[in-house]
């Protein structure tokens, strides 16, 4: 029995760099996407920045902090996209894949009109603590699909450049090391280092894990969650080319 576990880890192992790659891509990327002043139609995202911008990196971040500068219309409107969006979330699940064409394409359409009510410059927005995945458009285990089954996905980010990638499946967790660079006002280089898988709190397998991409921010901010009146949350909205909605509740 124990021999037949051991090979099911190490196959979910091989399986780690599609499973935890929120942003893992080596080329050009086409993605059917609205962007702020485009009209609807494909837009082209490059992995790397040019030189000119990747030179003005840094990890220099600010605070979300509540819209109330903004007229009350603003942040009516920006509640209720916010709040139709978690709704759709929780009404579909996490995994994407699974919905159809129909949910996807709301899920980018809602993504679409929330990003003009995002926190400006939202790459530079801090993020600590542990973020929870509510949505991936991914085809891979980044979702949390691990054959059958459905692990729950969190980012626990360190400091400003250190974070951890998590999937747990009862007593499976399997951590990605990475690290983030800002690049600019809406895009975060991330690039991977290490993978450990624990099974019952036990290292099975500590490897070095190669892989680079850049989420491009739509939409952060804090908005009211679905749980109560008062809970706010950190909602995250971003593109690695697949639409991925991540919460951190306040």
Not at 46 to 71: G, M, R, V
Request: charged letters at 25%.
């Amino acid at each position: 029995m124990m021999k037949h576990l051991v090979t099911i880890l190490y196959a979910i192992v091989a399986y780690v760099p599609v499973i935890s790659s929120f942003a893992s891509f080596h080329q050009r990327t086409h993605v059917a996407f609205h962007t702020k002043h485009s009209l609807p139609k494909a837009v082209t995202f490059q992995l790397w920045s040019t030189p000119e911008s990747s030179s003005k990196s840094t990890t220099i971040t600010k605070t979300a902090e509540e819209p109330d500068n903004k007229p009350p219309e603003w942040i009516q409107e920006r509640n209720r996209l916010s709040n139709k969006l978690l709704e759709r979330c929780r009404d579909v699940g996490q995994i994407g894949t699974k919905t159809s064409d129909e949910s996807r394409n709301a899920m980018r359409e809602l993504s679409n009109q929330l990003m003009k009510y995002s926190d400006d410059d939202p790459a530079f927005v801090q993020l600590t603590q542990e973020h929870e995945l509510l949505y991936s458009e991914s085809p891979g285990g980044s979702s949390g699909a691990i054959g059958p089954f459905v692990g729950q996905v969190t980012q626990n980010f360190v400091n400003e450049v250190d974070f951890v990638n998590g999937v747990s499946l009862g007593p499976l967790n399997i951590q990605l090391m990475a690290e983030r660079d800002i690049l600019d006002s809406g895009r975060i280089k991330v690039e991977f280092r290490e993978t450990v898988v624990k099974f019952l709190g036990l290292e099975l397998v500590r490897k070095e894990t190669n892989g680079k991409g850049v989420w491009e921010q739509l939409f952060v901010g804090i908005v009211p969650g679905l749980e109560s009146k008062d809970e706010r949350i950190l909602l995250r909205v971003m593109l690695t080319p697949s639409l991925f909605i991540i919460q951190q509740k306040l």
